[in-house]
């Protein structure tokens, strides 16, 4: 993303359009701040890459349809018809953050745009759509199913760390979806969630890697890949880092709402997920390196910013679930 005045314009107004919705009173607000960060996000996504176009085309068409359905479920609202507008505008908002099963169209734009705007794609351009779903009294037990499912399952035979990301999002959004209607439990899941994945996208920059197989280089320094290796470790939900905490605490609150099949498939598909991102470490630290091990001690003073991030946010997310 280039640093000029057109853009800082453009991301100026991604912000002001979330913080209209977010603090609207009525569902015209909100569809008018939802289409202001769209309109804003599109030239962001343009960059210098020929498939930046088509990527930005994509986002565009496929907000259109959600913003038509939203606008249509307000319709049914205020006619008071019997059709069940809130599965409409709830579809709706699924559909404008890509969660399983509207997620295809969020993978193929993913690997075309820049980290930067890969962050705001998977944290910040969901934040209104998760609180509008807020409202809504519908139950989002399938739409949760289906993304543990296809967010823990289908990560395993990716290449791409961009898809990686884009699938590990989608498991994660479900467990958002699964709090909806505690605000803090989700408010704090989103910017722990969006804490780490800021780390591990400008480790990849740093990095310069796109790839898995790019993490047993040995062309990048030790303390890089040990903050990689531990960044992904929380995402992954390894205790004691801060991801598994906030797994743990949207497990317990199941539990307590006696979502019995739910907190299963969490629990068993919080193990894929873990897998996979085991995998990515052990290609990181132990294969393919000629590195001593023992020589690792002596950079862990570099990686420590990331140590201590992940581990003394434990007992902090602790104190506010109590």
């Known amino acids: 993303m ?18 209209m919705s977010l603090s609207a009173n009525n569902w015209l607000i909100i569809w008018t701040g939802l289409e202001i960060s769209v309109m804003s996000m599109m030239p962001m996504i343009s960059n210098k890459n020929f498939l930046s176009s088509e990527a930005s085309v994509k986002y565009f068409v496929i907000q259109s349809i959600s913003s038509s359905m939203m606008m249509l479920g ?24 890509g969660i399983a099963p509207f997620h295809n169209w969020i993978l193929e734009m993913i690997e075309s745009v820049e980290l930067t705007i890969m962050f705001f794609l998977l944290t910040f351009m969901k934040i209104a759509p998760l609180n509008m779903i807020s409202y809504l009294m519908f139950k989002n037990n399938l739409f949760i199913l289906i993304s543990l499912l296809v967010g823990s399952m289908f990560g ?55 790839y898995i197989n ?20 929380s995402m992954g939900g390894m205790p004691p880092m801060m991801g598994f905490m906030l797994k743990l605490m949207i497990i317990q609150m199941m539990l307590t709402n006696k979502e019995f099949l ?30 001593i091990k023992w020589k690792m001690l002596s950079t862990m ?22």
Not at 86 to 94: A, G
Not at 214 to 233: F, H, T, V, Y
Not at 306 to 320: D, Q, R, W, Y
């Open 74 to 97: 307000v319709l049914l609202l205020l006619i008071n018809s019997k059709i069940e507008y809130q599965m409409i505008l709830t579809s709706s908002m699924m559909l404008k953050m």
């Open 214 to 233: 790019q993490l047993s280089l040995n062309e990048n320094k030790m303390n890089l890949k040990m903050n990689i290796w531990l960044a992904m470790l």
């Open 301 to 322: 003073k570099s990686s420590s910013w990331i140590i201590m991030v992940n581990i003394s946010l434990m007992p902090l997310i602790l104190t506010l679930k109590t």
């Open 156 to 210: 395993l035979n990716q290449t791409s760390l961009r898809k990686v990301m884009c699938y590990s999002s989608i498991f994660n959004l479900s467990f958002i979806l699964a709090s909806i209607s505690t605000n803090s439990i989700w408010w704090l899941y989103m910017m722990v969630y969006s804490m780490m994945l800021l780390m591990i996208l400008f480790l990849m920059n740093k990095m310069k890697i796109n």
């Open 2 to 19: 280039t640093k000029n005045f057109n853009m800082l314009l453009f991301l100026y107004m991604t912000i002001m359009g979330t913080a």
């Open 262 to 291: 739910i907190s299963i498939v969490m629990i068993l598909s919080s193990t894929l997920v873990m897998f996979y991102y085991l995998r990515m470490s052990f290609l990181s630290i132990l294969f393919s390196s000629s590195t």
